[in-house]
């Protein structure tokens, strides 16, 4: 696609990626070299932001969960300063704030972006795709219980639910509840429990296998 | 870092305004009033940031409203809440 003779395009496309063909995609590719033209940033901090967003799947997330389960202190930090606590775990969210809800008995949590789609990539990898429908962003904040029993989530009504919905500057992760018998547990084997929906808050109960 | 103009606990009203201009505050929760849920941090104001004039920031508070205020026959208990981040230029004290 380089056939002009006055810069190239190879810092920001790769050669394995489809030609932008929409206006929409073109106008994306010119935004993103005018940025690293003009020194705002490099084009190897865009491939490591990159690489850092594929790489990111919910055994992040699971990762911390454990944590918490095991370490109640650590539970604690999680709960009161969310951001900081994942740094000690090597996790990083900025420029946005971290915020984990707890699951109880009493309350169960489940998180949706009614504005467009806000999902804390680096801990959970890419959202699913029913997480970005226009159904699910609509439905859970009007009628939650219904759509988390579409899911397999059947709450009787001494559980309170809290929909938080991620309009703005922070990231959202549910701490769901440890299951019973896995006191003995070690932290690794409780991470490999833990899944996307029940961080998200659209499973709640996590099954010893 | 300005001081917060509110606490938590503190019962607040979401403004009522559609400003012609990108903003975080879905239509469902405009008017509505919530309580303080938890004072968060400084973020750049949306309405202001897409204009190009620089980044100025405002305090983002998280405001808990029942769910049962917000939904007329909504299934579900008293207790459900929904809970949302708003900046604090959309928010006033609430009786």
Known sequence: MSDHDDHDHSRTFQPDHPEP???????????????????????????????RMQGASPENGGKIVARAWTDPEY?????????????????????????VM???DDVHNVIVCTLCSCYPRALLGMSPAWYKSNSYRSRVVREPR????????NLTDDVDVRVHDSTAELRYMVLPQRPEGTDAWSEENLAALITRDSLIGTQRDLVPG | MSE?????????????????????????AKGQVGIIERVCGMHPEPERCIRGDGKPF???????????????????????KLEIEIFEHWLEPAE
Do not use: C, M
């Open chain 1, 146 to 153: 219904t759509v988390l029993s579409e899911f397999g989530v």
């Open chain 1, 102 to 104: 707890e699951n109880t």
């Open chain 2, 4 to 28: 917060p103009r509110f606490v938590k606990g503190q019962r607040v009203r979401i403004a009522d305004r559609t400003p012609p201009v990108h903003h975080r505050v879905p239509s469902y």
């Open chain 1, 75 to 99: 539970r604690q930090r999680l709960l009161e300063n969310g951001a900081e606590s994942i740094r000690e775990l090597g996790f990083e969210l900025e420029p946005y704030e971290f915020t």
């Open chain 1, 21 to 51: 063909t929409s206006d929409a995609a073109l106008v994306g590719l010119a935004l993103r070299e005018i940025l690293i033209e003009d020194g705002h940033y490099t084009a190897e901090e865009e491939q490591a932001v990159i690489a």
């Open chain 2, 58 to 80: 405002q305090r983002i508070y998280r405001v808990r409203i029942p769910q049962t205020d917000l939904w007329r026959s909504y299934k579900g208990t008293e207790g459900d």
